[in-house]
């Protein structure tokens, strides 16, 4: 059903989360796994002027590339083919880019599940993919909320036992 599956990452251990999903979805269907990191230069455009673009520029590449590493040492462990790149632009844009149908048939990424006026605020790169996106795209909650269900339901079976 699926040849090649992208999956967006940001670097996080949070993040991880939806790495599994989809290691385990390219398991399945023997697919291959394209491991993106999108610098997203645009958000450092209003630094001072003296400040050296080359020492960040450089800086969120190597943030980049740990990244996408990390993706394929976990793919690895699994037995799943990883194709990594380190791209640049709005994320948004680029993972939609990557996302066409001769390229990938499913992108798998994690959401923080902000609502209301958080995600008013501050937008959601998982929003404008699932809104955009030519293919299938598989949101997967990762950080704090996870974390806040995980520690309700350990405290719910203390109870019951």
Partial sequence: ?????LVPTDGS????????YAIDLALTHDATLRAIYVVNAASYGGLPMETAWDGISDALREEGQAA????E?????????????VLEGSPSRVIVGEAQPEKCDL?????HGRGGIDRLLLGS????????????????RVGED?????????????VVE
């Fill in 125 to 140: 790169v998982a929003e404008r993919v699932v809104r955009s996106s030519p293919v299938p795209v598989l949101t997967v």
């Fill in 73 to 85: 040492e976990l793919a690895d462990e699994r037995g799943v083919h990883v194709e990594t790149a």
């Fill in 68 to 71: 996408v590493d990390r993706v």
């Fill in 13 to 20: 251990t949070e993040g991880e989360r939806a790495v599994e």
């Fill in 146 to 158: 996870e974390f806040e269900e995980a520690t309700a339901d350990v405290d719910a079976q203390a």
């Fill in 107 to 111: 992108v798998v990424m994690g959401t």
């Fill in 1 to 5: 059903m699926y040849d090649c599956i």
